[in-house]
């Protein structure tokens, strides 16, 4: 369970840090250009881009692992052992 937890909250930070990169690297490029949103909305795809390829990588790596292992711990009538 804290393997888990751990998993998904470096997903989260994962995602912040690539969407905050891409679009303070593309703000910082407008201002140096004066091509206000055309970096800004770049840096942002490219923020997303990375952020998506990064859940695909993770979401690869559970299924490798066997997937969700709740299923083990149910009998044949689908109720949970206790």
Do not use: C
């Not at 969700?68 to 009998?75: A, E, L, S, T």
């Amino acid at each position: 369970m804290a393997r888990e937890s751990w998993q998904a909250s470096a997903l989260g930070n994962e995602i912040l840090i690539s969407l905050a990169l891409g679009w303070g690297a593309g703000a910082w490029l407008d201002s140096k250009t004066a091509q206000t949103p055309l970096f800004t909305l770049l840096g942002v795809g490219a923020g997303l881009a990375a952020a998506v390829r990064g859940l695909l990588r993770t979401i690869r790596a559970y299924e490798r692992e066997g997937g969700n292992d709740d299923d083990d711990h149910r009998d044949d009538a689908g109720s949970r052992d206790r």
